[in-house]
């Protein structure tokens, strides 16, 4: 799974300010400074972030997502959503009501610094920041649907409205989820989570894999898809274009609890060093004691 990420402005920015189109740059972090959760390090996915996408309509230019899709034939409030659609697996989303049509028609691409994930041990779940080792922003695969009004702002929705009547013209508004394949070896070993049979990553896309996932074509090619014998939806994306994902170089640490319930020995002291400081990014290495080689049960005992 993949529901908590780091999305700074400038990870968010860079694909359109390497595509040249710096025109855009100066409304697009206005809005994103008005919508989006970027002061932190952690944005958490269960809040509904609005972020920015680069989308194959506009690959070149950014639109606002909110994350969480909402599928096309969804007709009541998004708040009455009551499945989970921040992410969607590459192997069914082709079948999947939910993201079927978003799959084939509308794909978008993420930029982020890196994201979050929880590892579990017998002393407890530790949070990791998963990151390029190259330090560059990490481009992640998702499928999107149109939205027809503008999310509120985070900071003014109240619990039962997700929405305002503005209709906006000008910048693309949509719903959106980050598409995930199976895990590479690194990965493999921080999500270990024993209620899964298998762990997941997102799927992080190369500039080469960036062009090829917005193109509007490429569903229909060997290379990205597996076509089935009857001529129905793909059957998911291919070994070979996800196994480009998991080559890509990450590097991963630890950090403070994200949330309350988390590692069970250090997780206090975390916590309390993670929000005492109003600029503390929550991506910042955090290590816990009983995690190193030397440490024992015993060793914090007096």
């Not at 944005?43 to 972030?49: A, I």
């Not at 409030?77 to 084939?104: C, G, I, V, W, Y």
């Not at 929405?163 to 013209?169: N, R």
């Not at 996800?242 to 994200?258: C, N, Y």
Request: aromatic share 10%.
């Amino acid at each position: 799974m993949c529901y908590d990420i780091k999305a700074s402005l400038e990870a968010q920015k860079s694909r359109v300010e390497r595509s040249g189109n710096l025109n855009a740059v100066g409304e697009i972090e206005a809005l994103l400074r008005k919508h989006s959760p970027i002061t932190r390090g952690h944005v958490n996915g269960f809040e509904h972030p609005i972020l920015g996408l680069y989308t194959s309509q506009q690959p070149d230019e950014m639109s606002l997502g909110r994350w969480g899709l909402i599928p096309h034939w969804f007709q009541a409030t998004p708040q009455d959503l009551k499945f989970n659609t921040l992410n969607a697996r590459s192997e069914s989303m082709f079948d999947k009501a939910a993201f079927a049509q978003a799959a084939e028609q509308h794909r978008g691409i993420l930029m982020v610094d890196g994201f979050y994930e929880h590892q579990h041990r017998s002393t407890g779940i530790y949070p990791y920041f998963i990151y390029r080792k190259d330090q560059k922003p990490m481009a992640l695969a998702c499928i999107c649907e149109p939205l027809t009004s503008r999310p509120q702002p985070l900071h003014e929705r109240k619990s039962d409205q997700f929405f305002d009547s503005d209709i906006v013209s000008d910048i693309r508004w949509l719903s959106f989820s980050i598409v995930t394949i199976k895990a590479n070896d690194l990965m493999s070993e921080i999500h270990n989570n024993p209620k899964l049979k298998q762990g997941r990553m997102p799927l992080i896309l190369t500039p080469e894999m960036e062009e090829h996932w917005l193109e509007p074509v490429a569903k229909n090619s060997e290379a990205f898809t597996l076509s089935r014998f009857d001529g129905g939806p793909p059957q998911g994306l291919s070994e070979q274009f996800t196994q480009q994902s998991q080559e890509i170089e990450l590097e991963a640490h630890t950090v403070a609890p994200l949330r309350k319930k988390t590692a069970k020995i250090s997780g206090n002291r975390a916590l309390q060093h993670g929000t005492s400081n109003k600029i503390y990014d929550a991506s910042a290495p955090f290590e816990y004691p009983e995690l190193r080689k030397d440490w024992d049960l015993f060793s914090g005992l007096s």
